[in-house]
């Protein structure tokens, strides 16, 4: 039974495959068989003549008894003799024949040429009739039987012929022994009828497309399942009008599919019109889906032919997203706002500001507006899946995504070369995102947008989005599990789209951190080498540059704080990259280490401690704030080792001179809390805005004591004995809390010798 199965399906696809050479044989094949008949009854006759003239028939009467306009009637006569039973049936058979045809008594007309046919037979081969009497019959017979033909094919082509009457006349006529023709008739009569049914129907230019597809379909449609039941029910399931009722129908598809497209398709698709453009398609689809069941696989022809269409339709549809877009960025003032009350043009209410969720769906004016064109753009995208355009619309919408990220880039102030000759142009294409809460909208739309939404929308390209589950808990992980690779390969690259943003993003903050205005930097290798050249002016803190870049991420942290609800990580890996970038470009930037590997002066030893501090710092802040990557901890220990093997170059050991880690630490840790806002246990009259004091009526003995009881009370691992060929001012720190083990005497103590304290080792 598989391999019955298997062998019909192989000949349908053979037969869908070759339709034209299925017809081209068929054809020829009937013309043989015609050819055949003829030879049939060419040797018949030859055959008759030869046995009369072996039984002694003289060829002269025969030739006379079969001259022109004889008949049988004619023949019997001439004997001069009472006919018998037999000869009677023959004389009165022609005229019998006649009147039946002219009554258009078809069925009795066949029997009775069938018994023509019989006696002929039998005369033949009893040999009880004479070669003459047996021709006549025999012309009798053709005669009328091709008069019968020629009604039949008349009444077929009749616009009044219905249903039955034209299934019988078809019936007789292929019992006649032309099937062909018949078919052929049979096919031409459907035509016929729903050509005469068109003339009804009359699209303008104002009707409704669907309307019109709708009417159209059911008119050629069921025509074509109409001609498909007769002419199975005729016919059967013989290969040669199998192909030609394929081919048949299959031409009679695209003459309906030309009409759609010039009535109905051509104006949506060209005005971007996709909900209109699909609406006709899925009403077509939906038709034409029927007649599968008859044996006729039609929607691959109507896909094929609507195709472009509805190509030229999405096209138009995302290019007015883009476009619409724009013009919305060129007024957005960046700021996130909740999502707009809005419907759709379906009317339906938009599901963007539905749902427990929407609190986290904060977007500026442009990044709604495109949100909700999207949404809009994939209510119906039913028949984007069977035309097998899911990758298509994926593809653009990418663009158009990626599009409205340059927008983004562009209004990042540092993005454009020249501001003023873009300002001065006339043509702006977005405004200019200048605080740093704009800049980070920016991100916090295109983020949102390639994360959850447009993700989301895309989930109705996929066929298990047409299940509908009332438990949203459950649906999302139903999503998660069967998102196609296709898809998933579209987020990764939308990602990718907003990666460009962050990067330049980052990047800019990163040049403004180290470039003043007129391209001098903030960070080179002389504020570390002539550090033990300027030991008088040196306070024991991290340098500027890296203060500012901690003053920056903790702005930006709050700020993100409040745009990036429920989606922290997104913020987190945002000052990520940030530092990142900082860092980055201090470990690759070569004339750096160049003077500070090769001069033109050494890394002395208050570089080399200041450079360990500044390091220290960026690890403890980027900790603190939870952003410490495994890029950035790899590169700042990478650019600590270059450190210190330049200064080991110098013949000096790096350890010797550098403090054990929780000097650092405290330092970096005082320097996070100031640069922070938060407040100190003062020591009662102390002034807190004074971060320092001058202890010059100390002598040095005392300010040892004083060191070695503020190291005892800190746990100290650095011995007062150790030289430090510096100058130390100690500023008021927060050392450390209550909850990493100190006790509230130890910190006070602490605080109350340090707020007092200059030391001169």
Known sequence: MDLKKASAEEMRRSVYANYAAFIRTSKEISDLEGELSSIRNLLSTQAALIHGLAEGVHMDSLSTSVSEGSTVNDLLISGGREPSELEKWLIEFPDLLDVLLAERRVDEALAALDEGERVASEAKEKKTLTPAV??????????????LADQLAEAACQPSTRGGELRSAISALKKLGDGPRAHSLLLNAHLQRYQCNMQSLRPSSTSYGGAYTAALCQLVFSAIAQAASDSSGIFGKEPAYSSELVMWATKQTEAFALLVKRHALASSAAAGGLR????????????????????????????????????QALAANLKRIEESTAAL????????????????????????????????????????????MVQDFFEDVGPLLSMQLGGQTLEGLFQVFNSYVNMLIKALPGSMEEEANFEGSGNKIVRMAETEAQQIALL?????????LLPRAAMKLSPVSQVTYKDDARRRPLDRQNRQPEQREWKRRLVSSVDRLKDTFCRQHALDLIFTEEGDSHLTADMYITMDVNA????????????????????????AADMFVGRERFATLLLMRLTETVILWLSEDQSFWDDIEEGPKPLGPLGLQQFYLDMKFVICFASQGRYLSRNLHRAVNEIISKAMAAFAATGMDPNSVLPEDEWFNEICQDTIERL???????????????????????????????????????????????????????????????DQGRSDLGVMTSQRLLDSVEVEV
């Open 676 to 738: 922070s806002g938060k407040p100190k246990a003062a020591n009662g009259d102390r002034d807190l805005s004074s971060p320092t004091a001058s202890v010059s009526a100390h002598s040095i003995s005392s300010i040892k004591d004083d060191y070695m009881e503020c190291a005892e009370n800190l746990n100290c691992t650095v011995p007062y004995s150790k030289p430090l060929c510096c100058v130390v001012k100690v500023y008021p720190l927060n050392f450390l809390s209550l």
């Open 134 to 147: 047996l021709m006549s019959l025999q012309a009798a017979i053709v005669e009328r039987r091709q008069k």
């Open 276 to 311: 209109a453009a699909a609406e006709c398609v899925q009403i077509a689809l939906g038709h034409c889906s029927l007649l599968e069941a008859r044996g006729l696989a039609l929607c691959p022809v109507l896909l094929k032919l609507f195709r472009p269409s509805v190509e």
């Open 536 to 559: 008088d002016e040196f306070d024991w803190s991290p340098s500027l540059i890296f203060q500012e870049l901690f003053a920056k991420l903790n702005r930006m942290a709050t700020i």
């Open 444 to 452: 916090a739309n295109a983020s949102l947008l390639a994360d959850e």
């Open 329 to 372: 960025a060129a007024a957005d003032d960046w700021v996130l706002t909740n999502p707009p009350t809005t419907t759709r043009q379906s009317g339906r209410p938009s599901s963007v500001s539905l749902g427990p969720t929407s609190f986290q769906h904060k977007l500026t004016s442009s990044a709604h507006r495109f949100n909700l």
